[in-house]
Nanobody, 122 residues
């Protein structure tokens, strides 16, 4: 499966963005999905994960209550809604997919998109 992330940009602190990740090549409903991010000079870190059905979701503590992961399998798309953004949220955001339905951590994912840059600054 191929993944294409989009929706990043420059936003002021407290603002919102919605990231999208469109899958192609195979039915996306067969895959769990996740979002990760990597800030300059830091390791890639987990942000959120969602099972193939969308019933179960999990979040990193740093984004819980501010970010929401969702998916539309009919549109082969997974979303990440970012609200109450902070400068520390500045990073390249990557989407990922896995045949392992309980995937949450970096090594659980086999397929990766190219990333979209989110910059939070006034």
């Amino acid at each position: 499966v191929q993944l294409q992330a989009s929706g990043g940009g420059l936003v002021q602190p407290g603002g919102s963005l919605r990231l999208s990740c469109v899958a192609s090549g195979r039915p996306f409903g067969n895959y769990a999905a996740g979002w990760f991010r990597q800030a300059p000079g830091k390791e890639r870190e987990r942000v959120a994960a969602i099972t193939w059905s969308g019933v179960s979701r999990s979040y990193a503590d740093s984004v819980k209550g501010r970010f929401t992961i969702s998916r539309d399998n009919a549109e082969n798309t997974v979303y990440l809604q970012l609200t109450s953004l902070k400068p520390d949220d500045t990073a390249i955001y990557y989407c990922a997919a896995s045949l392992y339905d309980s995937a949450e951590y970096l090594n659980d994912y086999e397929y990766w998109g190219q990333g979209t840059l989110v910059t939070v600054s006034s």
